[in-house]
């Protein structure tokens, strides 16, 4: 494995971040749709057939309604009806109001190919000024309300490495993303939705929250080209696939560059992975069907998701 596969800082100049950009770009699938091109009507089909117990498990967490270190701005959440006494004769409705930082530290949620701007522009050179007060012209999460259906793959990071979880600050490179392959007999591949498992939601439950905007762990953006290679349709993970404090020099989301801006891939961001895991370890099996549904937002630069892997 190389140093970054150990969680050694292995740090990244902003010359060989602008080449890797340059050199992902060019592998960038083209069209509005992004990477998800990828998934062909038969490798849904193929995909179909990872289905065995029929056992269905959820990759989200649960939405944040309490601030805390790594969410100032947590979920809000009341019950708007129904009014007055609920107990008495007739017919009454319970109601609900929820609001949202989508992009937030704590809850899981989609990226759209809106989501990251870079050099003035989005993802494919659409300008940025096609984000505007109303929302999202261009690039919005839309895009997807048909779902994303296709092979999930998922990489324990952590149970490779034999420990709990990945420290805030520690990063996974590409070498160790074969490591892990090796290790579980399972090979990501074209059209994929890659889920890379690094601990952060374990730790956030046994040590409690921190503030992960300055210290989490991740991918290092070095690692993308592999996934270039492999030409992925979507990347996942319980942080938020960046490493913090950033290895790039001047950039600090370069995983998110690369990823959504180069190569047109959605990140799904802060998800869990703590009820997949024992099931794929019974199951001898780390792939799956998954299903990802982000709300219709028609303007929005993501959305909270719930995925559904399914064995």
Known sequence: MDAAAHGRQV???????RALYRRLRQRAPGGAGGAVAAITP?????????????????????VETAAGPDNPQPAAHRLTGPSGTADGP??????DHFGMNVHGDADSHLDALCHVVYDGTLYGG????????????????????????GRGVLLDIPRLRGVPWLEPGEHVGADEL??????Q?????????????????????????????????????????????RRVAALGSDGNNDVAPSVTEGVDFPVHVLAVHALGLYLLDYLQFEDLVPLCEREGRWS????????????????????????
Request: hydrophobic share 45%; proline share 7%.
């Open 42 to 62: 038969d490798r849904v089909r193929a995909a179909a057939a990872e289905v065995s117990t029929g056992r269905t498990v959820t990759l989200a967490a649960p």
């Open 288 to 311: 799956f069907l998954c299903v990802v549904a982000p709300l219709r937002l028609p303007r929005a630069t993501g959305s909270p998701v719930n995925p559904i892997a399914i064995l």
């Open 185 to 229: 007999h399972v090979r990501f591949g074209a059209g994929d939705l890659l889920f890379v498992r690094v601990g952060h939601r374990r730790r956030r439950t046994e040590t409690g929250p921190w503030d992960a905007a300055g210290a989490r762990a991740g991918l290092h953006p070095t690692a993308m080209e592999l996934l270039a290679e």
């Open 126 to 149: 659409v300008p940025a000024a096609t984000l505007t007060p109303e929302g999202a012209t261009a690039l919005s999460v839309e895009l997807v309300r048909d779902g994303i259906v």
């Open 11 to 17: 740090r990244q100049s902003h010359e060989d971040f």
């Open 90 to 95: 007739g017919l009454r409705f319970a109601t």
């Open 178 to 183: 074969t490591a892990a392959e090796q290790h």
